[in-house]
């Protein structure tokens, strides 16, 4: 199984920055892909970035030219750099990585979410 540990939510003003990351740990063989999605109060989750393990990026249109998204490999770690944030970019914040575990499943597992409040 993959654990995945995010951290970085909290509250920011319009403009502002955060920058949040997720941990991946546990029986990974290797990693596939890592993102961020996100859900808003009365809306679909939807994506906003990710990231293949070879290198190719993916954005929602909304976010582009003000998220990016990278990875430490070494750590299997996911991080959404996020700036001039909008109070529309409120939202829990999910990661998802597929990988494929020792056992060779390969599956997508999903972090528990952290909110981000864009205040205006």
């Known amino acids: 199984q993959v654990q995945l540990a995010e951290s970085g939510g909290g509250l920011v003003q319009a403009g502002g920055s955060l920058r949040l990351s997720c941990a991946a740990s546990?029986?990974?063989?290797?990693?596939?892909?890592m993102g961020w999605y996100r859900q808003a109060p009365g809306k679909q989750r939807e994506l906003v970035a990710s990231?293949?393990?070879?290198?190719?990026?993916n954005y929602a249109d909304s976010v582009k030219g003000r998220f990016t998204i990278s990875r430490d490999n070494a750590k299997n770690t996911v991080y959404l750099q996020m700036n001039s944030l909008k109070p529309e970019d409120t939202a829990v914040y999910y990661c998802?990585?597929?990988?494929?575990?020792?056992?060779?499943?390969?599956?997508?597992?999903w972090g528990k979410g952290t909110l981000v409040t864009v205040s205006s």
């Open positions: 998802s990585v597929v990988a494929t575990t020792r056992d060779l499943r390969y599956s997508e597992y």
């Open positions: 546990g029986s990974i063989f290797s990693i596939n892909r």
């Open positions: 990231l293949t393990s070879g290198g190719s990026t």
